[in-house]
């Protein structure tokens, strides 16, 4: 849950004397055959398409920042992570997201993911681009250490158990994530693969009306079959 959603909780709970507990995953305990976390292969998306480049957009995040007086902020919603890193994957059904979490600042810009996604060569890509990788399992425990930090969190898009973590030895800032306000401006290259992807999209539901009028009154279908 986001730390808003789980701000209007507390109020809700507080007359109760109820507290929200972030520190277990009590599924754990009981779901012995939990399904792994999601391993798709991860890949860089092509500058071409994107229009800026990763080192770019962490200039401007950055630069964002330094207006808000933070130092770093957390990149947790995937679509953000991956528009500020890139990156594109296969971790989410339908579409290309990478499972993970980032860091931005000054002269900062860490994912925290399984690296394995990633071909060798993308991989130093990213390294040679200023990213540090590290294991998806590690960034909670790298939260933990982190102190003395201004540090900008978006409450609708930002974990409880982020907030927790942070809050006891840093300076934390509650505004709009960077990464979202910036890309819901598109650049011309973003636009043309906007119109491209919508002639592809318009084809396909062409090709589907097309074959329901062909198949309606001739054979029985389902909901599931459309």
Known sequence: ?????????????????????????????????????PSGKAFLYPLEWAGISRKEKFNIINSELEKQGSEITIVSALDDLCW????????VDFSPLVLGYGIVGDGVAKLFTDFN????????QLIDDGVEIYPYSSFFKFLFD???????IDPDRTSYKVLKLLERKNQLIFSNSIPNLLKSRKNEA?????????VSDGLALLNF??????????????????
């Open 84 to 91: 500020t890193f890139n990156i594109r994957g296969n971790d």
């Open 190 to 198: 973003e636009i043309l693969g906007i119109k491209k992807v919508m």
């Open 1 to 37: 849950y986001s730390i808003s959603e789980c701000k209007l909780l507390e109020n809700s709970f507080a007359p109760k004397e109820l507290k929200i507990e972030y520190r277990f995953d009590l599924l754990d305990e009981i779901w012995d055959d939990r399904p792994a976390k």
């Open 209 to 226: 009306q097309i074959w329901l009028e062909k198949t309606l009154g001739k054979k029985k279908i389902t909901e599931y079959d459309i």
């Open 117 to 124: 996604k990633f071909s060798d060569i993308d991989k130093q």
């Open 146 to 152: 982190l102190k003395k930090q201004n540090i900008l």
